[in-house]
């Protein structure tokens, strides 16, 4: 089921009940906006479905960071995943619970497994043996026990983008699958350890359940092996990674997904356990769009340009991934359309948002870059100088600046020259 919180009204793209004129008015362009309707809508779909099994959901923060989205769903009762000690402050800052946090990434620092424990985090997603040494002596130092998941690499291909897809052998992330099980008994031996859990996180933009199921039945597999040698583990932990339709991708519905994974791990005979889900994408992805002016339209022999006032360190997935995001004006012209390369004011020939679109525009129109909720602000950078963009949440009617536009001032606020 497919649901949209931005629409036409009267000829005009609405998010909710605001008009995307009326927000670009008041906020300024390049400028982020946020449907809390559809936040709420995405998130749900996975609390729904995972409502009366032993399921829970943890919302991957690196997708969207920003506090006001992660109070949305923090007062939906989710837990969260993070990757990062920062990542841990902005979940407690916006109100979420400790006691539902995951910690999952390659490469946490000492300081960063005591912030943690400090909290009281519900588990660390370990991806490493050093790593498994290093937070039981944190560990150890701080007089806790760190609860702990290994995160197992299933070496399934998750047919997605090579940039986005973790779950392969050649892939940074995770503990081998073969080395898993030794892993495991090396880390039943840590003093300062609770081994409660197995995890993996195979990629992201995944369009399809079947790697998920390959990956479940692969991991099932390692935890019966894992019991047999003594270690219970509480929780099953199946990662982020479903797909969006940004163009006409047809990923699998939330619930369908969520209802066939707990469905196979029932049907194995592991329904007692646990499951988390980590989704990132599929809560924010199409929950947010980003709004852009164009300053000019350059016609060429071989290509005609759109430069708008949004660029590749607004909203980076284009230029990184090659990614697609639809493009559509706010208002239509009655004008035959061009083709253009929508492009930003970045020295850069990367700098590209959509390449040959069909549009009927003209310089000051507002264009809508759609899917741009999930990695798309948390991936904005200042290259070129550029202030970050305003970021704007939408609730029925009314619209709330959730993060100011940075100013220019505050950009080189903390360089200073070398003495006289
Ligand atoms: C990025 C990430 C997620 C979320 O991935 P999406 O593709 O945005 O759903 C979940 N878990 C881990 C460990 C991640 O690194």
Redesign the pocket.
């Known amino acids: 089921m497919s649901y949209s919180a931005f629409h036409h009204v009267d000829g005009v793209l609405h998010a909710e009940g605001v008009s995307a004129i009326a927000l670009a008015d008041q906020f300024g362009t390049p400028l982020y906006v946020y449907s809390r309707a559809a936040l709420t809508h995405a998130y749900e779909a996975y609390a729904r479905a995972c409502a009366q099994r032993r399921a829970s959901v943890h919302v991957?923060v690196?997708?969207n960071s920003n506090l006001a989205v992660l109070n949305v769903f923090a007062r939906l009762g989710a837990g969260f995943?993070i990757?990062s000690g920062g990542e841990l402050a902005r979940v407690l800052a916006a109100g979420g619970k400790p006691a539902n946090i995951v910690f999952?990434?390659v490469g946490k620092s000492a300081d960063e497994m005591r912030e943690a424990l400090a909290a009281g985090v519900k588990c660390f997603?370990v991806e490493s043996i050093p790593e498994l040494d290093r937070l039981d002596e944190v560990a150890r130092a701080v007089g806790k026990k760190a609860p702990v998941s290994l995160?197992v690499n299933p070496d399934v291909d998750p047919k997605t983008h090579p940039y986005?897809s973790?779950g392969l052998k050649a892939n940074k992330f995770g503990v081998a699958f073969d080395e898993a099980r030794a892993a495991y008994r090396r880390a039943a031996t840590m003093p300062h350890l609770d081994v409660i859990g197995i995890d993996c996180?195979i990629g992201?933009?995944i369009t399809e359940v079947s790697p998920y199921l390959d990956a479940v039945d692969k991991l099932l597999e390692l935890v019966e092996q894992i019991e047999a040698d003594g270690t219970m583990l509480h929780h099953i932990d199946v990662?982020?990674?479903?797909g969006i339709t940004y163009d006409d991708e047809t990923p699998p519905d939330t619930t369908l997904f969520v209802r066939t994974l707990l469905d196979r791990i029932e049907a194995r005979g592991h329904g007692h356990r646990e499951v988390f889900f980590?989704?990132?994408?599929?809560v924010t992805g199409n929950a947010g769009m980003l709004l852009t002016r164009v300053e000019f339209l350059k016609p060429g022999a071989e290509k005609n340009f759109a430069i708008v006032d949004a660029a590749m360190n607004d909203l980076a997935r284009p230029a990184m991934y090659q990614a697609f995001h639809a493009i559509e004006p706010v208002t239509s012209r009655p004008d035959a359309p061009r083709v253009y390369d929508v492009v930003g004011p970045i020295c850069e020939s990367g700098d590209w948002l959509g390449r040959d679109r069909s549009l009927a525009i003209a310089p000051g129109d507002l264009l809508a870059i759609r899917s741009a909720g999930?990695?798309g602000f948390v991936m904005s950078s200042n290259y070129n100088t550029r202030p970050r963009a305003a970021e704007v949440m939408v609730d029925g009617d009314c619209a709330y600046l959730v993060r100011a536009r940075e100013t220019v001032r505050e950009l080189f606020a903390s360089e200073t020259l070398l003495p006289e």
Request: hydrophobic share 25%; glycine share 20%.
């Open positions: 991957a690196k997708a995943d990757v999952s990434g997603n995160r986005i973790t996180h992201s933009q990662g982020g990674g479903l980590e989704p990132g994408r599929s999930a990695y």
